[in-house]
């Protein structure tokens, strides 16, 4: 158990639609990272957050946003949903913006889209 | 354009049977190279992080080594349940920049 925990594990919805998914980081950790994880593209930076504010930007559509709050839990929000978006979601975290801190990843929420 | 390629895709191994794994990077300052595994529709578990070319590091019967442009996963005797797909990740000298993942190697260990 690695301490980052995410909800809802399993998410059905159609498209067009908007999800939100959630993270708790581990206690302590100020960075959060979301990535997406699809059969054909593997494991893809979306976004970090740092004690809630916006630290970087990856491969993130625009339909696409997220926040930290006050409490470091961090939320992604999905919308106008695609088939494509179909993917597992992880989050990670890690203590701070120090290049060379590990990121601990949480079991993931997978997103059908239908 | 930063990238990380592990090798092979796919093996199959018989319990006992020691061999390795490949990562190779191309980038533009690492920071960091990082190593997880990933059991099916479970989030990467963290294996190990190696920061400089001659590093190891061990762990059961894994061994983690790294050169300048590649690193390399050693499995010694593994068994059934080292089954699962191997993650290597980059850390790159961009402020603010995450991992960058490989497509992993998926190891079946059959007894």
């Known amino acids: 158990d690695s301490g980052v925990t995410q909800t809802p594990k399993h998410l059905i919805t159609a498209t067009g639609q908007r999800v939100t998914l959630r993270c708790s980081p581990r206690?302590?950790?100020?960075?959060v990272y979301w990535y997406q994880q699809s059969l054909d593209q593997g494991l893809q930076f979306l976004i970090q957050?740092?004690?809630?504010?916006?630290?970087a930007k990856g491969n993130i559509l625009e339909r696409f946003s997220a926040q930290q709050f006050p409490d470091l839990h961090s939320e992604l929000n999905l919308s106008s949903l695609e088939l494509g978006d179909s993917a597992l979601y992880f989050c990670?975290?890690?203590?701070?913006?120090?290049?060379?801190?590990?990121?601990?990843f949480g079991p993931g929420t997978r997103l059908l889209v239908l | 354009e930063d990238q990380v390629t592990q090798s092979p895709e796919a093996l199959r191994l018989q319990e006992g049977e020691s061999s390795s794994l490949n990562c190779s990077y191309t980038?533009?300052?690492?920071?960091?190279l990082f190593w997880y595994r990933q059991d099916p529709g479970k989030g990467p578990e963290f294996l190990f992080t190696l920061y400089s070319a001659g590093e190891e590091k061990e762990k059961e019967r894994l061994k983690a080594t790294l050169t300048k442009k590649e690193s390399f996963l050693h499995i010694t005797a593994p068994k059934p349940e080292d089954s699962a797909t191997y993650l290597c990740?980059?850390?790159?000298?961009?402020?603010?920049?995450?991992?960058?993942f490989g497509k992993g190697t998926t190891l079946s260990v059959s007894s």
């Open positions: 990740a980059v850390h790159v000298n961009q402020a603010g920049t995450a991992l960058i």
């Open positions: 957050y740092y004690n809630g504010e916006e630290r």
């Open positions: 990670a975290s890690s203590g701070g913006t120090a290049d060379q801190e590990t990121q601990y």
């Open positions: 980038v533009s300052g690492l920071r960091g």
């Open positions: 206690s302590g950790d100020l960075s």
